[in-house]
T-cell receptor, first 114, second 112 residues
Framework: EAGVAQSPRYKIIEKRQSVAFWCNPI?????LYWYQQILGQGPKLLIQ????????DSQLPKDRFSAERLKGVDSTLKIQPAKLEDSAVYLC????????????FGEGSWLTVV | KQEVTQIPAALSVPEGENLVLNCSFT??????LQWFRQDPGKGLTSLLL?????REQTSGRLNASLDKSSGRSTLYIAASQPGDSATYLC???????????FGKGTSLLVTP
C-alpha cells in the first residue's frame, strides 16, 4: 500500500515569495491533515479536512496560508507571501476517519525562507 | 487548551538498557493517545495507539501505558538498540476536537 506522498521535498525561497506544497493521501482515507513542524518543536496542526470540507483551520494564518482539497483526494497548501518564521517542515497526514484511527504521515516538505 | 509535555527532552543510554519516556497532558478528556517515532529528515511513524478506555498497548519491545485520570502516559522500551535512536513524540486527541496535540518530543540516543 502506497504511503502519503508529498512534494516537493525541499524548497528554498526568499521572503515575500510564494510556495505551494502538494499532498496525496493514502487511497481511501477521508481525513487529511497539514501540520507545521518548526525545528525542535512538535508538529502543530494547520488545517484538517474531512473529504473536501474543512474540519479545523483555527491555527492556520489565513492572511498568508491557504489550503484546498477540491475533490476530496489530494491537497495543496500555499504560502503567500512567505516570512522568515515560516521556515519549517510541512507534514501532510491522512487517516481513514476523523478520530480513533492511526494517522499516517508523509515524509514532509522542508521549507527554508531566506 | 490541551498542553502536552514530554520529559526528558533528551536521553542517552548504552545499548541493552531498558528505558522509560514520559508524557503528560493537562486535559484528561482525551479520545486517544499515540506515540510516534521520527527519524532525522523523515516524517512520523506511529508506534502505538491507546484508546481512552485502554490502559496499555504493546508492540514487540515497546509498551505504552495510559493513566487518563492523572494525565500521564509512559513509553517503555526494553533492551534498547542503536536502531532505536530517534525522536519519540507523544500526541493526544481531545474529546473536544479531532486533531492531534503533540509534545516537543524526547530525543533518544542509544550508544553501542
Amino acid at each position: 500500500e502506497a504511503g502519503v506522498a508529498q512534494s516537493p521535498r525541499y524548497k528554498i525561497i526568499e521572503k515575500r515569495q510564494s510556495v505551494a506544497f502538494w499532498c496525496n493521501p493514502i487511497s481511501g482515507h477521508a481525513t487529511l491533515y497539514w501540520y507545521q513542524q518548526i525545528l525542535g518543536q512538535g508538529p502543530k496542526l494547520l488545517i484538517q479536512f474531512q473529504n473536501n470540507g474543512v474540519v479545523d483551520d483555527s491555527q492556520l494564518p489565513k492572511d498568508r496560508f491557504s489550503a484546498e482539497r477540491l475533490k476530496g483526494v489530494d491537497s495543496t497548501l500555499k504560502i503567500q507571501p512567505a516570512k522568515l518564521e515560516d521556515s519549517a517542515v510541512y507534514l501532510c497526514a491522512s487517516s481513514p476517519t476523523l478520530s480513533g484511527n492511526t494517522i499516517y504521515f508523509g515524509e514532509g516538505s522542508w521549507l527554508t525562507v531566506v | 487548551k490541551q498542553e502536552v509535555t514530554q520529559i526528558p527532552a533528551a536521553l542517552s543510554v548504552p545499548e541493552g538498557e531498558n528505558l522509560v519516556l514520559n508524557c503528560s497532558f493537562t486535559d484528561s478528556a482525551i479520545y486517544n493517545l499515540q506515540w510516534f517515532r521520527q527519524d532525522p529528515g523523515k516524517g512520523l511513524t506511529s508506534l502505538l495507539l491507546i484508546q481512552s478506555s485502554q490502559r496499555e498497548q504493546t508492540s514487540g519491545r515497546l509498551n505504552a501505558s495510559l493513566d487518563k485520570s492523572s494525565g500521564r502516559s509512559t513509553l517503555y522500551i526494553a533492551a534498547s538498540q542503536p536502531g532505536d535512536s530517534a525522536t519519540y513524540l507523544c500526541a493526544v486527541t481531545s474529546n473536544s476536537g479531532y486533531a492531534l496535540n503533540f509534545g516537543k518530543g524526547t530525543s533518544l540516543l542509544v550508544t553501542p
